[in-house]
C-alpha cells in the first residue's frame, strides 16, 4: 500500500506540474518535491522521465477511450446495422472528455488540462505515444462518420476531425482567449454549460457545407464522362 501510495503521488504531481509548465521545463527535482518523495523513488517505480510520462497518460486515456469505444457501441448495437446520427457520434467520443474536464476531485480537470496542453505543445516522443493510444478508437470513429457522411469526402472528414479535437483542447485546457475576445469580464463555463456549447459548436462544424474546392471536386467526380461520339 505504501508503495501505491508513492507511486500514485508522484503521478498526481507530475501531472499537476507537466499541466502548469510542460515537459521540458519540468523537471524531476521538483516532481519529487511537491510528491515529497526521494528521486530514487521516480527511477524505482518508473525508471526515467519518458517512462514517467506514458503511465501519466496510460492510466488515464486507458480508461477514456475504453468509455469512447463502449459508447459507440452501444450506439450501433442500438442502431442494428444502420449508420448513426453525428451528433450521436460525436456526443460518444468529446462528450466524455468534456465530462471529464470537469472532475476536480478525481484529477480529470488537470488531466485533460495538459492533454489540451499536449494538443498544441506535442513533443515528437508524446506525439508518436499518443497515436499509439489514440489508434483503436480513432479508427472505430473515423469509419462510423465515414457511414454518417457518405456524401462528403473522407478527407473533409479528417479535416473537420481535426479542428474538431483542436476546440476541445482549446476550450478545456483554461487558455485565457475568452477574456480577450469578451469586453467585460465573464464567467468560464464548466461542466453541463461547456458541454452544451462545445457540443452544439462541433456538430454545427461537422455539418457546415464543403469549402467550394471540395464541392467542386465532389461535382467532377460524381459526373458521367460524356461519350466520344457526344463529345
Do not use: C
Amino acid at each position: 500500500m505504501a508503495e501505491f501510495d508513492t507511486r500514485l503521488r508522484i503521478l498526481d504531481a507530475a501531472e499537476e506540474l507537466f499541466m502548469e509548465f510542460g515537459f521540458e521545463a519540468t523537471t524531476l527535482r521538483q516532481i519529487t518535491g511537491k510528491a515529497q518523495v526521494n528521486l530514487a523513488a521516480v527511477n524505482y517505480h518508473f525508471g526515467s522521465k519518458e517512462a514517467l510520462i506514458q503511465e501519466l497518460f496510460r492510466r488515464r486515456l486507458t480508461w477514456l477511450n475504453e468509455q469512447r469505444i463502449q459508447a459507440l457501441d452501444r450506439l450501433e448495437a442500438e442502431a442494428k446495422g444502420a449508420p448513426l446520427k453525428p451528433s450521436q457520434i460525436l456526443d460518444a467520443f468529446f462528450g466524455v472528455a468534456v465530462k471529464m474536464a470537469g472532475d476536480r476531485l478525481h484529477g480529470g480537470r488537470n488531466f485533460m488540462r495538459l492533454l489540451g496542453r499536449t494538443y498544441t505543445e506535442p513533443s515528437e516522443f508524446v506525439r508518436k505515444f499518443l497515436a499509439a493510444e489514440y489508434s483503436e478508437a480513432i479508427a472505430r470513429f473515423k469509419n462510423a462518420l465515414f457511414r454518417a457522411l457518405p456524401d462528403v469526402p473522407k478527407v473533409e472528414i479528417l479535416w473537420r476531425f481535426h479542428f474538431m479535437l483542436g476546440a476541445m483542447s482549446y476550450a478545456i485546457s483554461g487558455a485565457d482567449a475568452l477574456h480577450i475576445v469578451a469586453e467585460a469580464p465573464i464567467d468560464e463555463s464548466e461542466g453541463d454549460d461547456l458541454y452544451a456549447r462545445l457540443m452544439s459548436f462541433l456538430i454545427g462544424g461537422l455539418r457546415a457545407p464543403l469549402p467550394e474546392a471540395q464541392t467542386k471536386s465532389t461535382r467532377h467526380s460524381s459526373a458521367k464522362p460524356r461519350s466520344r461520339k457526344a463529345a
